[in-house]
């Protein structure tokens, strides 16, 4: 197994608050890593700090490195990380413009395409990939602001796969859908981790079950525990972990 990401001795702070304490952990590539734990328990932290999302936030520092196949993602130039690791918010948030436009829009702003029939492909490929092309390949020119809240959520994953990435991010992405929509995008991720690696941070414990290789849970900045998710469930390690997947606290 190759290690995606490798995180060595992290710690961040907001205000010099600790938020994430000397978290040592590795990815591997083309898994599905649900991270589980409580409110601030530092989940949001550590996904947004994998691409850099956190350094707009002028309260935020931090401590240690984290490797992106070799490659220190602090020394990366941030376009070229965004190009590289993908991330997927709780809502779904599609550009006011057609559904074709929303898919292209990355690649055109970040020239890595000219031919028309280029994008086409790209288009197609990317809806296929997030289980949307069959329900909107009539209607590419239509705004995506008309569609429903779960395709809206998997036209944001296309915009993703649009640009190629390495890694893709999930932020709570059911968190606002149905359990039909939750289904499908769910059904996507398993998919999805043929060709790419995926952090899942949920609060829905059940999803982690369902769809994650591995499961790290986290509680007051620190990890407490990851294991390969069939184990952590029926017999995790420490009963911290214990006590939150069977819903005693959290």
């Known amino acids: 197994m190759v290690d995606k990401i490798k995180v060595e001795n992290l710690s961040c702070y907001y205000d010099k608050k600790c938020a994430?304490?000397?978290l040592n952990i590795s990815i591997?590539?083309?898994?599905?890593?649900?991270?589980?734990g409580p409110a601030n328990s530092g989940k949001t932290t550590f996904l947004r700090?994998?691409?850099?999302?956190?350094?707009?936030d002028k309260t935020y520092s931090r401590k240690g490195k984290v490797y992106l196949v070799g490659d220190n993602i602090f020394d990366m130039n941030m376009?070229?990380?965004?190009k590289r690791v993908g991330?997927?918010?709780?809502?779904?948030?599609?550009?006011?413009?057609?559904?074709?436009?929303?898919?292209?829009?990355?690649p055109k702003r970040l020239g890595l395409i000219s031919k028309k029939s280029e994008l086409e492909t790209i288009v197609e490929q990317a809806l296929k990939d997030a289980s949307l092309w069959d329900e909107v390949k009539d209607r590419l020119d239509s705004s995506a602001m008309k569609i429903s809240g779960g395709q809206q959520q998997r036209l944001c994953i296309a915009r993703i796969l649009a640009i190629n990435p390495?890694?893709?991010?999930?932020d709570e992405p059911c968190s606002g859908l149905d359990p039909?929509?939750?289904?499908?995008?769910?059904?996507?991720?398993?998919?999805?981790k043929r060709k790419y690696t995926i952090v899942l941070v949920t609060n829905n414990v059940k999803q982690a079950s369902r769809v994650s290789d591995r499961t790290a849970f986290f509680l007051m900045g620190k990890l407490v525990e990851i294991d390969k998710t069939d184990r952590l469930f029926v017999s995790p390690k420490?009963?911290?972990?214990?006590?939150?997947?069977?819903?005693?606290?959290?």
């Not at 700090?49 to 707009?56: A, H, I, K």
């Not at 376009?79 to 965004?82: I, P």
């Not at 991330?87 to 990355?106: D, G, K, R, T």
């Not at 420490?238 to 959290?250: P, V, W």
């Open 20 to 22: 994430l304490e000397s």
């Open 28 to 36: 591997v590539q083309n898994e599905i890593l649900s991270i589980i």
């Open 49 to 56: 700090t994998l691409n850099r999302m956190n350094d707009f």
């Open 79 to 82: 376009e070229n990380l965004r």
């Open 87 to 106: 991330m997927l918010f709780a809502m779904p948030i599609p550009l006011p413009m057609s559904i074709y436009e929303n898919v292209v829009y990355a």
């Open 166 to 170: 390495e890694v893709i991010l999930f």
């Open 180 to 192: 039909i929509s939750t289904a499908k995008v769910e059904e996507s991720m398993i998919e999805l």
């Open 238 to 250: 420490e009963k911290q972990t214990e006590d939150y997947i069977t819903g005693r606290f959290g």
